[in-house]
């Protein structure tokens, strides 16, 4: 098959990432849990920190994520910084920051929401706070606001999250209407890190995949089906084929969790 990115007008040249969101994993087992998705293919983990405040949920801090950062010194982090005030929580995910040995990258991010900033006149200060602290820089935005107001800062941040679900409730399914900001964001900036959260399976990946997303992020997507290792290969072939234009015999391989080290059938 060739490769189909032209197809959708989303050609880019960002690498397919999968991180899995571990709120959907046995959380008693974090650091077993995030290891047994990586081992599955996963390329980075994906950290909810939730207040109860700008979210209903809690879920844990920057306490948790420091150590589960001993478990996973050359991992990436993108902290999701579902918080009333992020600014507020800078310095002490920063203590969880780490630079891998080998390729010299950074493997902390501190992804923030425009709905917690923009009416504090505070955006600006959080993005040169986490920059001060040593993190890459993550801005997200909620179904409900529109992409112009991220716009004015893409340029100063890493990756843009665009979330695919109200943030903090559950039993919602992927809203495709939020592919209009992927690829209004992908147009502008076709080397820029474009996040989807929410709902993302193996069944609507492709989607985000001809909008232009190339991070994405699935919970039950990869944590409650029967295959983690074929379902995280899968939507990452879907990136390289829709985004990256890449040919079928291109892609990354298939994989299954029986033929992965170590796996026990359950």
Do not use: W
Request: negative net charge.
């Amino acid at each position: 098959m060739a490769g189909l990115c032209g197809s959708f007008k989303a050609c880019h040249c960002c690498t397919a990432r999968i991180g899995p969101s571990v709120l959907d994993c046995d959380t008693a087992m974090l650091a077993t849990e995030a290891a047994r998705a990586l081992r599955a293919g996963a390329d980075y983990l994906h950290l909810d920190v939730m207040d109860g405040n700008f979210v209903p949920a809690i879920s844990f801090g920057a306490n948790v994520i420091g150590k589960l950062r001993a478990h996973h010194p050359k991992v990436f982090f993108d902290c999701h910084m579902m918080v009333a005030k992020p600014e507020e929580q800078v310095e002490q995910v920063a203590q969880a920051k780490a630079i891998h040995p080998d390729t010299k990258k950074n493997l902390l991010q501190f992804t923030f929401h425009i709905e917690t900033t923009k009416s504090r006149g505070k955006t600006q200060e959080v993005i040169d706070l986490v920059k001060q602290n040593g993190m890459l820089v993550g801005l997200a935005l909620n179904p409900a606001t529109p992409v112009e107001h991220v716009l004015p800062y893409l340029d100063q941040v890493d990756m843009a999250l665009v979330m695919t679900v109200v943030p903090g409730k559950g039993g919602q399914s992927f809203m495709v209407d939020m592919m209009e900001k992927v690829r209004h964001v992908r147009a502008k900036y076709p080397e820029k890190d474009i996040e989807v959260d929410g709902g993302v399976k193996v069944h609507t990946v492709d989607e985000a995949a001809k909008a232009g997303a190339n991070m994405i992020v699935s919970g039950t997507g990869v944590y409650k089906v029967e295959d983690m290792a074929l379902a995280i290969s899968t939507m990452k072939r879907s990136v390289e084929l829709y985004g990256n234009g890449l040919t079928e015999d291109k892609l990354s391989p298939l994989r299954y969790d029986k033929d992965l080290a170590g796996y026990a059938a359950s």
